[in-house]
């Protein structure tokens, strides 16, 4: 039924329907019973030149139908087109410029405030048709889309070390006593912690 009813629905791309564009005529449809029945026997009392003839202009029109869609398509793509050129921001970057890359690779498990722009980079040489070669200081140089890459006006990034997030993972928590609460922690080396708290008392490590 999925299947039928996206066949016999009419597509803007190609400004018909796909029954039509295979068949070359409209589809009729289970509630059109009666006058299927009444188009069948109509079509089935012709004689073979007159059947013939006539198959010939369906064939004829099937390539009109056929061109028709092609058109169409051309036409929504050309629409499409213009809307996507038309959210791209044009940007002009010279040699020496300071820019940030977008990082495109897909990431299931990616950070919730990881940003996705790395850098900054130098700009090493613009190409023709929007390509440009950005350099880093410990690393090779690459060459990249200017889509994927804005400006950037702010200094030299401070390399700060900070603590991976899977370092400390709490396991299991128990009450030794009323007012002692235990936390256990495990590392990526298997090492196992434990912190204990203590209401009314500072914490400490047992």
């Given at each position: 039924?999925?299947?039928?009813?996206?066949?016999?629905?009419?597509?803007?791309?190609?400004?018909?329907?796909?029954?039509k564009?295979?068949?070359?005529?409209?589809?009729?449809?289970?509630?059109?019973?009666?006058?299927?029945?009444?188009?069948?026997?109509?079509?089935?009392?012709?004689?073979?030149?007159?059947?013939?003839?006539?198959?010939?202009?369906?064939?004829?029109?099937?390539?009109?139908?056929?061109?028709?869609?092609?058109?169409?398509?051309?036409?929504?793509?050309?629409?499409?087109?213009?809307?996507?050129?038309?959210?791209?921001?044009?940007?002009?970057?010279?040699?020496?410029?300071?820019?940030?890359?977008?990082?495109?690779?897909?990431k299931?498990?990616?950070?919730?405030?990881?940003?996705?722009?790395?850098?900054?980079?130098?700009?090493?040489?613009?190409?023709?048709?929007?390509?440009?070669?950005?350099?880093?200081?410990?690393?090779?140089?690459?060459?990249?889309?200017?889509?994927?890459?804005?400006?950037?006006?702010?200094?030299?990034?401070?390399?700060?070390?900070?603590?991976?997030?899977?370092?400390?993972?709490?396991?299991?928590?128990?009450?030794?006593?009323?007012?002692?609460?235990?936390?256990h922690?495990?590392?990526?080396?298997?090492?196992?912690?434990?912190?204990t708290?203590?209401?009314?008392?500072?914490?400490?490590?047992?």
């Open positions: 039924d999925a299947l039928w009813a996206f066949r016999t629905s009419y597509k803007t791309p190609i400004g018909c329907t796909p029954f564009l295979v068949y070359g005529k409209a589809c009729h449809l289970p509630i059109e019973l009666e006058h299927k029945v009444y188009w069948a026997l109509k079509q089935a009392n012709f004689d073979l030149v007159v059947a013939g003839d006539h198959r010939k202009i369906q064939l004829n029109e099937l390539n009109e139908i056929l061109d028709h869609a092609y058109e169409n398509s051309l036409i929504y793509k050309e629409k499409t087109k213009r809307i996507h050129d038309s959210k791209i921001k044009n940007r002009i970057f010279n040699v020496g410029d300071r820019a940030l890359l977008f990082n495109s690779r897909l299931i498990f990616s950070g919730k405030l990881k940003t996705r722009w790395s850098g900054p980079f130098t700009i090493a040489k613009v190409f023709p048709y929007g390509i440009v070669e950005l350099s880093q200081a410990n690393g090779p140089n690459c060459k990249v889309n200017g889509h994927r890459v804005k400006h950037y006006f702010g200094g030299d990034v401070p390399q700060l070390d900070y603590p991976d997030r899977e370092v400390f993972r709490a396991l299991s928590f128990s009450f030794t006593r009323a007012s002692h609460l235990q936390l922690f495990r590392n990526p080396v298997s090492k196992s912690y434990r912190l708290f203590s209401f009314g008392i500072p914490n400490k490590w047992p």
